[in-house]
T-cell receptor, first 112, second 116 residues
């Protein structure tokens, strides 16, 4: 089954404790992205990757890092999480030609 | 700049009523795609429709229909005979050639509450 998976699905952590949210897709898509969803703001792009070892900032990259060492994986790293990073995070991969984004199930992060 | 506006923050209807969710977009690109996603209370994003800028035909899928009008930069979504299961947040989104279609610009969403 074609899918995007994220782990963990839920995470409660404390300020300053480094964490990684993993994202993996099995569709061999080149493009992958991370979005965050906040009430009243919709979803906003954090980072994106056009291929292995190629990443770039989206609209709200501050406080986040990403890496793309393999085509299938695109982890989101919060080196020193802060309460304003409490949000619902979505990973997505893009089906070329159809220009349709496939979204993961979401990761609900709470930073205390 | 690209922008998607969903002016309706929340809509409440009674089951079997028809409801229209509005979406207005802005882009300078002539080639773009418009999308609607549903987000039920469980939180996942469910893809509903994709429409490209060269196809202004309206589309109907069961109780769902979409009205794309380039003249008014709108891509409205109508649910006919709404049901409780339609209760969700609905997002309109835009991607365009200018960003290689890799980025989705979302509206702020419309929460639809359908009561029995």
């Amino acid at each position: 089954e074609a899918q995007v998976t994220q782990n963990p699905r839920y995470l409660i952590t404390v300020t300053g404790k480094k964490l990684t949210v993993t994202c993996s897709q099995n569709m061999n898509h080149e493009y992958m992205s991370w979005y965050r969803q906040d009430p009243g703001l919709g979803l906003r792009q954090i980072y994106y990757s056009m291929n292995v070892e190629v990443t770039d900032k989206g609209d709200v990259p501050e406080g986040y890092k990403v890496s793309r060492k393999e085509k299938r994986n695109f982890p989101l790293i919060l080196e020193s999480p802060s309460p304003n990073q409490t949000s619902l995070y979505f990973c997505a991969s893009l089906k070329p030609g159809y220009n349709e984004q496939f979204f993961g199930p979401g990761t609900r992060l709470t930073v205390l | 700049a690209q922008k998607v506006t969903q002016a309706q923050t929340e809509i409440s209807v009674v089951e079997k009523e028809d409801v229209t969710l509005d979406c207005v977009y802005e882009t300078r690109d002539t080639t773009y795609y418009l999308f609607w996603y549903k987000q039920p209370p469980s939180g996942e994003l469910v893809f509903l429709i994709r429409r490209n800028s060269f196809d202004e035909q309206n589309e109907i899928s069961g109780r769902y229909s979409w009205n794309f009008q380039k003249s008014t930069s709108s891509f409205n979504f109508t649910i006919t005979a709404s049901q409780v299961v339609d209760s969700a947040v609905y997002f309109c989104a835009l991607s365009s050639r200018g960003t290689g279609f890799q980025k989705l610009v979302f509206g702020t969403g419309t929460r639809l509450l359908v009561s029995p």
